[in-house]
Structures are given as structure tokens and as C-alpha cells.
């Protein structure tokens, strides 16, 4: 970087892109906290999400995490979602069922030998209350442990940047109030920077440091608090 020049955005986005009849045209910037992408059904959230994942190429335009473009429309350019280095959080946790909550943050984390693994896997699960599951499989899991346990990974493969695509949709309100609280905890704390996808206007009000608002496949507004 050159002296005096301001570090890259953690995430930056201006692309279009076509899905059957319906087009998706969008350009914002991340740059530390969370930032929450907010609008109705359809409007093209997870789309986008989905983009910055490397799960969907766009038609034009770029992605970039960290300063590194992940996606060139024009040029042709797809960083696997792999080796994006994102961690990832969505509706259904997607845990592997046969393996315990500990081997499944384990699986995240990329260095170490086996104990190593597990002991990382362990102070994550311990940062996100999730500490006392560390031997139980998902499936004696209630969904809001489940999505703890679910952040722990995510966390766990040191991301650049953290994806959450309502993550807490399903759940009953009391509990989607403790996660956001835990969301904004872990980001502060870890100091990754986060983009949230969420139809909750009250969720969105709650944890956005930036808020952008979509309708029908465009940026409607952006609000930096």
C-alpha cells in the first residue's frame, strides 16, 4: 500500500447481473462493522450475497474482499468460494450432522494439527456460549444453538469478511434478540466486518453501522452511522 493512502475496503461491490427477469444492478462499499442489506422479498439480498460468495458469477462488473477482486465479470475472473476466506452463516446452520459441534468448528480452522484444531475450535465455541455443546451432534441442538455454533465456525477460519444471509429467520424472537447482541459482540471483538442480509427492518435498525436499502435490484439508499 502507498504511504499515506487509506487501506481497501473490506468489501467492495459494483456489478449487474441478470436472472431470468430480473435484474440486479448494485455498487456499495464495507468497511468495518456490519453492514446490512435491507428490502423486500425479491429484491435481489441474498442475490448479492450469493455473488460475494463466488456461489453465482455476475455479468459485468467486480468484486473485490480485502483489495483482492474475487469476481471480473468483464474479465472473465472467479476466486473459488473456497479460497475467498469468508466465513459464512445462513437460515439453516448447514452443520454436518454426523460430526460434534467441536469437530465441526474444527473442520474451520486452517492451521494446526489435529489437537491444535480442536483447541481453537474450542475457545470459539466458548467466545459464542456454545462451550458446554462441544460433544453433542447437531441434531441435539435446539436452532439458536445451532446458529451459535454455526457462527463459531465461521469465525474460526480467521475471514476477511463475514456473510450472514438471515440467519435468524427462523427463530423465535427472544432468541433472535440474544443472537443479534452476540452478532455485534463477536464482530466487535474479532474485528471482522460483516454484511447481514435481513427483511427485519427492526433487526436491520438494530445492528446496522451502515444500512443499505434495496428495491427491485438497486441500491435505494445508504446510510453510514
Do not use: C
Not at 468483464?74 to 475467498?84: I, L, S
Not at 452463516?89 to 469437530?103: I, S
Not at 483447541?119 to 441435539?140: F, N, Q
Amino acid at each position: 500500500m502507498t504511504p499515506g493512502a487509506s487501506p481497501p475496503s473490506a468489501l467492495a461491490v459494483d456489478v449487474a447481473h441478470r436472472l431470468g427477469g430480473f435484474h440486479l444492478d448494485v455498487a456499495f462499499t464495507v468497511d468495518d462493522g456490519i453492514a446490512v442489506i435491507v428490502g423486500p422479498s425479491g429484491a435481489g439480498k441474498s442475490l448479492t450475497l450469493a455473488l460475494v460468495a463466488g456461489l453465482a458469477r455476475p455479468d459485468s462488473g467486480t468484486i473485490a474482499v480485502a483489495g483482492e477482486v474475487v469476481a471480473d465479470g468483464d474479465r472473465g475472473v472467479h476466486v473459488r468460494t473456497q479460497d475467498r476466506r469468508l466465513g459464512m452463516v445462513f437460515q439453516d446452520g448447514v452443520l454436518l450432522p454426523h460430526r460434534t459441534v467441536a469437530d465441526n468448528v474444527a473442520l474451520a480452522v486452517r492451521h494446526g494439527d489435529r489437537r491444535t484444531r480442536r483447541h481453537e475450535a474450542t475457545g470459539w465455541l466458548e467466545k459464542v456460549g456454545a462451550g458446554d455443546w462441544s460433544a453433542r451432534r447437531p441434531g441435539e441442538l435446539s436452532g439458536g444453538q445451532r446458529q451459535r455454533v454455526a457462527l463459531a465456525r465461521a469465525l474460526a477460519g480467521e475471514p476477511r469478511l463475514l456473510l450472514l444471509d438471515e440467519p435468524f429467520s427462523a427463530l423465535d424472537q427472544p432468541v433472535r434478540v440474544d443472537l443479534r447482541a452476540l452478532v455485534r459482540e463477536v464482530v466487535s471483538s474479532a474485528r471482522v466486518p460483516a454484511l447481514f442480509i435481513t427483511h427485519d427492518e427492526a433487526e436491520a435498525e438494530e445492528l446496522a453501522d451502515v444500512l443499505i436499502a434495496y428495491d427491485h435490484g438497486t441500491v435505494a439508499s445508504i446510510e453510514r452511522r
